[in-house]
């Protein structure tokens, strides 16, 4: 199978970076790896980028500007991740889509990892177009909750967990979400409309387990899957 995982906040949600979580998700992917999966894994920035992205505006950076400062941290904490993965990681954090096409030739078997590719695209559209181009049978996104929520769950107690949801009522759920730099939410619009055209499988799971990773793959009844409308 071929799977592109999106790693991000649910890894990278503080300042600090947890070593424990971030050697339990190496591990996960290890275990995708050797049972025989194709894995090539996309890094967000989480907290650390908000933080230098703040830092950046106070000191006067534009938008543009801000942006390159998220992508080098996503790169940052992509080749963090790849040291955790050891020899079985290609260590070289792909950073555009050229630099992908030619470690799809190059790397063999080796796991890719990348980070972000260019200003105002985040790393969730990042990981939709690798996905796109590999033809993968999925792709996983992590996150510090259990899926989609009909409502926010960090303001509503009452939210529920959507097991599956359709690409129309996720697009019409997060139309209203930021897309300043670093403020990339659950998923922005241009990844959503990657994955719509593309119809690639998705399965939204809580990272902070990350054998949740694993249970998806395997395809078991975990986190929240985007369904399609019927051709």
């Known amino acids: 199978?071929?799977?592109?995982?999106?790693?991000?906040?649910?890894?990278?949600?503080?300042?600090s970076i947890d070593l424990?979580?971030?050697?339990?998700?190496a591990d996960a992917i290890l275990k995708l790896h050797n049972a025989g999966h194709r894995v090539i894994v996309i890094v967000g920035g989480g907290k650390p980028s908000r933080t230098y992205i703040k830092a950046a505006k106070?000191?006067?950076?534009?938008?543009?500007?801000?942006d390159e400062v998220g992508i080098m941290v996503t790169r940052l904490n992509a080749l963090l991740l790849s040291i955790a993965l050891g020899e079985y990681s290609s260590r070289n954090i792909i950073g555009s889509f050229e630099e992908l096409e030619k470690q799809l030739d190059a790397a063999g078997n080796k796991i890719l990892v990348a980070?972000?590719?260019s200003p105002a695209q985040s790393t969730d559209a990042v990981a939709a177009l690798v996905a796109e181009r590999i033809k993968a049978d999925l792709m996983i996104k992590t996150t510090d909750v259990?899926?989609?929520?009909?409502a926010d769950p960090s303001k509503n107690p009452d939210a529920k967990l959507l097991r599956e949801v359709s690409i129309g009522r996720l697009r019409e759920m997060l139309s209203m979400e930021e897309s300043t730099p670093g403020e990339y939410r659950l998923l922005d619009q241009v990844s959503l409309s990657i994955l719509e055209r593309s119809r690639i499988p998705l399965v939204i799971v809580n990272g902070s387990d990350p054998l949740n990773i694993l249970r998806a793959v395997s395809g078991e009844k975990i986190g929240t899957r985007i369904i399609y409308p019927a051709r």
Do not use: N
């Open 146 to 150: 259990d899926g989609v929520y009909d």
């Open 20 to 25: 424990e979580r971030t050697r339990r998700t």
């Open 115 to 117: 980070g972000g590719f």
């Open 58 to 66: 106070s000191l006067g950076a534009d938008f543009a500007t801000c």
């Open 1 to 15: 199978m071929r799977v592109v995982l999106k790693i991000g906040h649910a890894l990278f949600k503080d300042d």
